[in-house]
């Protein structure tokens, strides 16, 4: 289980590395700010994945202190990381004119309304540390996850689609 982990975090990391490396080269293709929202989203979500290894491996010696700061840590990179997904998605719709600029708002509203509901959610139920964490991972991945991975597809595929357009314009012309 930790090998399987340690290559997803890996894979993660690669995935922040390429796209950090395009990001940077003078050959564009997708916005450079959406490349970067997928860069910082392939960094946090290696590292929660990482997390995730390490909190397997705790039940092997280390402190029960430090299990609770693991588990807190890897919501907010779960959290974070999705968001940064989002961010992409909306970035790169916006980048490629696919929708107005004002959409930008979701980057920000999607994760605020999450974070207000859950608030007011814990606040009406009495769970424990543990259920809460899980409670929230699994709310994170519904409620952020799946906007942001419906969204990055879709702008994903109108970019590829308005770049075959382009190309074929291109070859039309010669």
Request: net charge positive; hydrophobic share 50%.
């Amino acid at each position: 289980m930790i090998y399987l982990y340690l290559l997803y975090g890996l894979v993660f990391f690669q995935l922040a590395t390429s796209v950090g490396l395009q990001a940077r080269s003078s050959i564009r293709l997708l916005p450079v700010g959406a490349m970067w929202s997928l860069c910082v989203y392939g960094l946090f979500h290696g590292s929660f994945e990482w997390n995730r290894m390490l909190q397997y491996m705790e039940t092997k010696g280390l402190r029960n202190g430090s299990t609770s700061f693991l588990n807190e840590l890897s919501v907010v990179f779960l959290l974070v990381s999705f968001s940064f997904l989002l961010g992409f998605g909306v970035e790169l719709a916006v980048g490629k004119q696919i929708w107005n600029r004002k959409v930008r708002w979701l980057y920000v509203a999607i994760p605020f309304i999450f974070i207000v509901a859950l608030v007011y959610t814990f606040a009406q139920n009495d769970l424990d540390s543990s259920q809460t964490l899980l409670t929230l991972e699994n709310v994170t991945r519904q409620y952020i996850c799946l906007p942001a991975t419906l969204i990055s597809a879709y702008a994903l595929y109108q970019s590829a689609q308005h770049s075959d357009y382009q190309l074929n314009k291109r070859i039309r012309v010669l």
